[in-house]
């Protein structure tokens, strides 16, 4: 495909597919593993998929709803979602399955909610914030209804994953950097210190009062 059909706006669309894609994929594996019926496994799988993003617009005032008007993010998550609940059977290690879909997802959650924050006006900061809350949120809501402990609360590198991959691209922008490449390596940086976490077993260490 020639470069100039490669805008901004279609790179962000292709990670936010990649990101529902992932998430309801991650949802629908932990729904079924618990149990859940058909509509259930659908359920999870949505509030996986654009619970951070609804949370995000609603922080930035950006209305209406992305899934509001592109109804291709809901049917994505059911089709998605169908096809993993008939092939399940093919998903044994289930626990890792999970986490490297959402790894996946994290990536390009964050680099959708740094994106549109930045594009909404909004400071660093606050960008980097609200990458974290679309990549993290979602999977709040999984593990709650799933009735798991969120991971992203167990000493998991998950946050410090999301904020690593924002600062390396303010960092690269500040540089001059290409936009587009800034993109790609920010998704790259995150989902590499994820997978790292999952692989060698980090976990962010927690503070304790010695009495």
């Known amino acids: 495909m020639p470069d100039y059909l490669i805008t901004p706006d279609i790179l962000l669309y292709v990670f936010d597919m990649m990101g529902i894609i992932a998430c309801a994929i991650a949802g629908t594996l932990l729904a079924q593993h618990k149990g859940f019926d058909i509509a259930g496994c659908i359920l999870v799988s949505m509030a996986n998929a654009i619970g951070g993003g609804t ?10 709803l992305f899934w509001m008007t592109d109804l291709s993010y809901v049917l994505v998550i059911t089709l998605t979602s169908l096809i993993l609940q008939i092939f399940f ?8 399955a999970v986490k490297v879909f959402d790894a996946i997802g994290l990536a390009a959650f964050s680099v959708i909610g740094f994106k549109v924050a ?14 974290v809350w679309t990549a993290i949120i979602g999977g709040m809501m999984r593990d709650i209804i799933c009735n798991e402990i969120p991971m992203v609360l167990q000493k998991e590198i998950y946050i410090t994953a999301s ?44 503070i304790r009062l010695v009495k």
């Open 55 to 64: 949370l995000r617009d609603m922080a930035l005032d950006r209305h209406p």
């Open 89 to 96: 059977h093919l998903y044994h290690k289930i626990d890792t």
């Open 118 to 131: 930045l594009a909404q006006g909004a400071l660093p900061v606050i960008a980097v914030m609200m990458g």
């Open 163 to 206: 904020m690593a991959g924002s600062l390396v691209y303010l960092c690269l922008d500040h540089l001059g950097m290409d936009t587009g490449m800034n993109d790609f390596i920010m998704l790259g940086v995150i989902f590499a210190v994820r997978m790292l976490a999952i692989r060698y077993d980090w976990h962010l260490p927690s």
